[in-house]
């Protein structure tokens, strides 16, 4: 159980809050459209960007990059360290200041994972031979991708979030919205009242977190949780919200 004390003299958005990064949804865009196949909410849409990909030239980049996306998000995306990219130069500069040890350690994971069902891709041996071939190439994708495909679905998807953020904000009014709110999105929530504290029901031991941390997604099908350092992050398909 992961518990998150509450003060009663301190307003809830004080211990909730939330994330969005359109370099996040960028990424998590670029997992869906990895799988063979696609959620059903993404099809049409996956089947429009691989056209665009070979009208433009990106094909092959994406063939090379996808086993980096084809079982999960590289942790260089994670909202909580690029919500603050905004547009696809901040993109470029985001990854240029990454150090090629951070790059590099964060995909092997992913390759790991990737190497467990298929035959070792080449951007495998390049990472461990030239990682930085790699982010370059990597960079380029990134950002033509953004550019040429992705700019004009953030713009779509955008107002999505700003609806979330004010649903978000109304649900820490007080206690019993704010349970009803996260329930909705993680039926293992609770109040614990004696307590003071929000309890999201695990099989992990008892601890605490000082902080929630919810991260609505457009491009993500289910929910999922992770502690990271004091907090506890929620991650959770737009729609469930609105159920």
């Not at 240029?96 to 070792?120: C, G, M």
């Amino acid at each position: 159980m992961i518990l998150i004390p509450l003060s009663g003299n301190s307003p809830l958005s004080n211990h909730v809050s939330y994330h969005v990064s359109p370099l996040y949804e960028l990424a998590a865009s670029l997992h869906a459209l990895a799988q063979i196949e696609p959620p059903e909410p993404y099809q049409v849409w996956t089947n429009e960007v691989i056209e665009r990909f070979r009208m433009e030239g990106l094909f092959n980049d994406w063939d090379y990059l996808c086993p980096l996306f084809r079982y999960g998000i590289p942790d260089l995306f994670e909202a909580d360290q690029t919500k603050g990219v905004m547009s696809v130069s901040e993109l470029y500069q985001y990854f240029v200041t990454l150090t090629t040890d951070a790059f590099a350690q964060s995909l092997k994971p992913l390759i790991a994972s990737w190497n467990h069902y298929h035959e070792r891709p080449p951007v495998a041996d390049d990472i461990q031979n030239d990682p930085d071939f790699v982010k370059g190439r990597f960079n380029l994708f990134m950002s033509s991708y953004w550019q040429l495909l992705f700019e004009a679905t953030w713009e779509k998807i955008a107002p999505l979030f700003v609806t979330e953020a004010e649903r978000i904000q109304q649900a820490c009014a007080d206690f019993p919205t704010l349970q009803s709110y996260l329930y909705k999105l993680f039926p293992s929530f609770s109040f614990q009242e004696e307590r003071n504290m929000l309890a999201l029901h695990t099989s992990d031991p008892d601890e605490q977190v000082q902080s929630l941390i919810l991260q609505p997604s457009y491009f993500t099908c289910s929910t999922s949780h992770s502690k990271k350092k004091t907090s506890l992050y929620l991650l959770y398909p737009l729609s469930y919200s609105s159920r």
